[in-house]
């Protein structure tokens, strides 16, 4: 299969013009802590993008955690460098392609994060302009996609055990499950003796060194789909000689910061495997750009996640539909992370194990305004917002 470049290349019949740029923070707890080797989280402050153009509306959600835990940037770095930087260079510009906001922002470094909300939220509005669905305009492939679910670190083997079960009963075709030096080797020994063949990985967040090759190398006893991140955040010469010294395929997350970045951890054999997630690339337009790279590679690529609301969820769907994206992806139910999503309808995972790809315009959900109104806890409005009478 391949995607059609006029899908890529798809511009608005004519030009809009970015009057404002909301960004609506809301406090949503988690309905049970996620637990990683960098820490845990119990709720989350997310801010959501809203972009209007010329009485257009379009969402975006940005996922940077409240500390540099992940990658360096914050909530507050990225309404920072939104509010200072980004947004005036978007207001009063004038765009038509799925590129043109990713094309404006490119002088600027770094902060991918909040360049990949203001991007999410361009894609979304433009989709909707033109009548179509984000997957589509992407030239998506896919009605339902496959995902699986990452799993914290927990208090005790028997509580991990117990979710696994649970999410196993629920659908979920891959299981990920966090690891830490002290929470690994037991772990998947006791994971495999109640559940010998199921589709199963890890996640190490950066919490190793290439002094625990030899440790490392004890996890191929496991049949591991993948090990995920398991050296420095920035790595990939390490992650080479570590892909050398053990059989199981290492996936890069928070090494794979751009398309020339995955270019080089592919030429060096630093991973057999890359986990996508546009905010960490900074939107559609270096997503897209990796998709294409792995697909023209036959290297196996996944979508990852940042414990997103709905809105990011809808963003992640469409962008999986796309044909380049082969392994199930860390796409769960809405119920998985928030007792109440901000949607009308929760993103929910069938019995086989696969979500559907919203088909509605744009990002193809219903917001649920009202709630996000009632959980926002700061609001940042630059430029003015125009009234529209349609
Ligand atoms: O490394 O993939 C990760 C969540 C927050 C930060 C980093 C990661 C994760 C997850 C959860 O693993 C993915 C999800 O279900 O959203
Ligand atoms: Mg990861």
């Given at each position: 299969m391949t995607v059609t470049a006029s899908a890529r290349s798809l511009a608005l019949p004519a030009p809009v013009t970015i009057d404002c740029i909301e960004l609506r923070l809301l406090?949503?707890?988690?309905?049970?802590?996620?637990?990683?080797s960098f820490g845990r989280t119990e709720s989350r402050l997310i801010p959501l993008v809203v972009l209007h153009a010329d009485g257009l509306t379009g969402w975006g959600e940005i996922v940077a955690l409240e500390e540099p835990l992940f990658n360096y940037e914050t909530?507050?770095?990225?309404?920072?460098?939104?509010?200072?930087?980004f947004a005036p260079a978007l207001l009063g510009a004038a765009f038509r392609a799925l590129d043109d906001v990713g094309v404006a922002l490119r002088r600027f470094r770094g902060h991918p994060m909040a360049r990949a909300g203001l991007e999410l939220a361009w894609v979304d509005l433009m989709a909707r302009a033109?009548?179509?669905s984000v997957s589509q305009v992407l030239g998506g492939v896919r009605a339902r996609v496959e995902v699986g679910v990452s799993l914290g670190i927990e208090a005790t083997f028997d509580a991990l055990i117990d979710l696994v079960a649970e999410h196993l009963a629920q659908g979920y075709r891959r299981i990920k499950v966090k690891i830490k030096p002290g929470w690994d080797v037991d772990v998947l020994r006791?994971?495999?003796a109640r559940f010998p063949s199921i589709l199963l990985s890890v996640d190490a967040n950066a919490a190793y060194t290439l002094a625990d090759a030899d440790h490392l190398a004890a996890l191929d006893a496991y049949?591991?789909?993948?090990?995920?991140?398991?050296?420095?955040?920035?790595?990939?010469?390490?992650?080479?000689?570590?892909?050398?010294?053990v059989r199981t395929s290492l996936?890069?997350?928070e090494s794979i910061t751009s398309q020339r970045v995955a270019r080089h951890a592919l030429d060096l054999g630093s991973c057999r495997i890359i986990?996508?997630?546009?905010?960490?690339?900074?939107?559609?337009?270096?997503?897209?750009?990796?998709?294409?790279?792995?697909?023209?590679?036959?290297?196996?690529?996944?979508?990852?996640?940042?414990?997103?609301?709905?809105?990011?969820?809808?963003?992640?769907?469409?962008?999986?539909?796309?044909?380049?994206?082969?392994?199930?992806?860390?796409?769960?139910?809405?119920?998985?992370y928030y007792a109440r999503d901000v949607l009308a309808q929760p993103i929910e995972v069938a019995p086989d194990g696969t979500v559907e790809v919203p088909a509605g315009l744009g990002i193809g959900v219903e917001i649920d305004t009202d709630y996000i109104e009632s959980q926002m806890v700061d609001r940042l409005e630059v430029g003015r917002r125009r009234r529209v009478a349609r």
């Open positions: 406090r949503l707890e988690l309905v049970r802590p996620f637990e990683t909530v507050r770095t990225a309404c920072v460098v939104i509010e200072h930087h033109n009548g179509q006791r994971i495999r049949a591991l789909l993948m090990i995920e991140q398991p050296l420095a955040h920035d790595d990939l010469v390490d992650h080479s000689v570590l892909q050398g010294r996936c890069l997350d986990n996508m997630k546009m905010s960490r690339v900074g939107g559609y337009g270096e997503a897209l750009a990796i998709h294409d790279l792995c697909a023209a590679r036959s290297v196996p690529l996944w979508c990852g996640g940042m414990l997103e609301t709905g809105i990011g969820r809808a963003h992640n769907l469409a962008l999986a539909s796309l044909p380049g994206f082969t392994l199930p992806g860390d796409i769960s139910a809405s119920r998985r």
